[in-house]
């Protein structure tokens, strides 16, 4: 997820801030239920190697971003996914300007035929770069966003598994760190008619749990359409899905605001007017920092929230 900015505290004075915390208002949740329906294992197993120190952050344009689209491609191969522009073609290279630079990248792509609507398209995103090494450390990004991307990958098997009403489009992006440009690459020079893409459905951050047992998806405030189906996924999650994203409070001398409609990639497919849902959580301690490590999280929480995106991509493909 790209950088959240802070306020200046207008409305904080004698050290008394004056925004809350609206999430503590959210239910809490105590229990998991787990339906089984991926393969855990195999989830565990791609989030570690992304967020292995072998993959050095992933930053854009390293090493460390080609063992990941390596990684991928490999992956997408595995589970039979065909690539968008030839069959095992997975790679979608973009350029792109930060400031007065110009930059390449490479998103990674593979997609599963519908079988009822096969021209029209459900795309879902996962941003696999991070921030790379600062000096000895390694900003691995296990929840930002190697969970994402792993996440994506169990969906990519279980629909090539049991194949889906529309066609599905998985999109691991590259370059989203600094400003969604593997999305809007992507959607610059789209390999199927943006006309036909119907929704997006975007992974960013899905496995840390902070003790409250909570997982956010965002979009039906702006796409009312999507509201049935947000509370169908929340009456059926096997954990507390919570619609939409939340401020946070951060001390007393200022807080953090994050325009959660911009946040990820999910922003870009917006600015096109094509109708999308973000599910993932809020910000935490280890955001951006070297400690977002694999050994913080809550396997069986982000197992769950993985089984709760598939659930939210399945009604989505019933729309």
């Avoid at 050095?56 to 080609?66: D, E, F, N």
């Avoid at 994506?152 to 194949?163: G, N, T």
Wanted: a positive charge; aromatic letters at 10%.
């Amino acid at each position: 997820m790209i950088k959240t900015f802070n306020l200046t505290p207008y409305l904080c004075a004698a050290f008394l801030c004056l925004y809350v915390d609206v999430s503590k208002a959210d239910p809490i949740c105590s229990q998991y239920k787990l339906n089984q329906r991926v393969n855990a294992e195999q989830l565990w197993s791609d989030f570690s190697t992304l967020a292995s120190d072998k993959m050095q952050g992933r930053k854009s344009q390293t090493k460390g971003a080609l063992l990941a689209r390596e990684y991928i491609q490999q992956r997408y191969a595995n589970a039979g996914l065909a690539g968008v522009i030839s069959e095992l073609d997975y790679l979608l290279p973009f350029t792109y300007k930060h400031g007065w630079t110009e930059f390449d990248g490479v998103n990674v792509a593979g997609w599963v035929k519908g079988a009822v609507f096969p021209d029209q398209y459900i795309v879902v995103t996962a941003h696999y770069d991070h921030l790379g090494k600062k000096g000895r450390d390694i900003y691995n990004g296990a929840d930002d966003n190697a969970s994402g991307v792993s996440a994506m990958l169990a969906l990519a098997d279980k629909k090539m598994s049991e194949q889906p009403k529309h066609s599905i489009i998985f999109l691991a992006t590259d370059a989203e760190e600094k400003g969604l440009y593997g999305a809007k690459g992507f959607l610059q020079k789209p390999p199927v008619s943006l006309s036909k893409i119907k929704y997006n459905l975007n992974l960013d951050m899905l496995s840390q749990n902070k003790s409250d047992n909570r997982l956010y998806i965002s979009g039906a405030r702006s796409y009312p359409q999507l509201a049935p189906l947000v509370q169908e996924a929340i009456s059926s999650a096997g954990l507390c899905l919570v619609s939409e994203h939340r401020n946070q409070r951060r001390n007393s001398a200022g807080f953090k605001r994050t325009n959660w409609r911009k946040a990820s990639d999910h922003g870009a497919f917006a600015k096109l007017g094509i109708a999308n849902l973000f599910i993932g959580v809020l910000d935490h301690p280890y955001y951006h920092s070297s400690n977002d490590t694999v050994d913080k999280v809550d396997a069986k929480f982000f197992t769950t929230a993985v089984e709760t995106s598939l659930h939210v991509l399945e009604l989505l493909d019933n729309l």
